[in-house]
């Protein structure tokens, strides 16, 4: 089963079947930018520790980093599970997402007027945040 196929599959229990998304995997990354899609997945407790584990290397391309430490990343969408990384956001052209599950543990700089929403859908994730020349950083 693909990584599209399991969400397809995953969604339409909780939507009663009627969930009519593309079964691909760059539709989950685009539910995670989404509140009703992060609400969603904190509701339903997914994708699951095993998804991320099966679908390790098909999400790595769009940004998503099971059990690694020490990223550095600079100006991108990132979603982490069971992670560390330092983040840095410079470029004022679009607001950011920074997802964070089981554990995760974020520094975010954020400078030039960038704009970073970062979602915590676990509790035990941290988030330290560092903004100079009128950032904004929205951790909720």
């Given at each position: 089963?693909?990584a599209?196929e399991?969400l397809?599959r995953e969604?339409?229990k909780?939507?009663?079947g009627?969930?009519?998304?593309e079964?691909?995997?760059s539709?989950?990354?685009?539910?995670?930018?989404?509140?009703?899609?992060?609400?969603?997945?904190?509701?339903?407790?997914f994708p699951?520790?095993?998804?991320?584990e099966?679908?390790e290397q098909?999400l790595?391309?769009y940004?998503?980093?099971?059990?690694?430490?020490?990223?550095?990343l600079?100006n991108?969408?990132?979603v982490?599970?069971h992670?560390?990384?330092?983040l840095?956001?410079?470029?004022p052209?679009?607001?950011y997402s920074?997802?964070l599950?089981?554990g995760?543990e974020?520094?975010i700089?954020a400078t030039?007027?960038?704009?970073?929403?970062v979602?915590k859908?676990?509790?035990?994730?941290?988030c330290h945040i560092?903004?100079e020349?009128?950032?904004?950083?929205?951790c909720?």
């Open positions: 089963m693909t599209g399991y397809k969604l339409s909780v939507a009663c009627t969930y009519e998304g079964d691909n995997i539709d989950l990354v685009e539910l995670w930018k989404k509140p009703w899609g992060i609400e969603l997945c904190k509701n339903i407790n699951t520790s095993a998804f991320f099966q679908y098909d790595l391309p940004g998503v980093f099971r059990n690694q430490n020490g990223l550095k600079y991108r969408d990132v982490l599970y992670s560390t990384a330092n840095e956001f410079s470029l052209e679009r607001t920074v997802l599950y089981a995760a974020v520094v700089t030039n007027c960038a704009v970073v929403k979602s859908i676990n509790n035990d994730c941290t560092i903004t020349r009128n950032a904004t950083v929205i909720n």
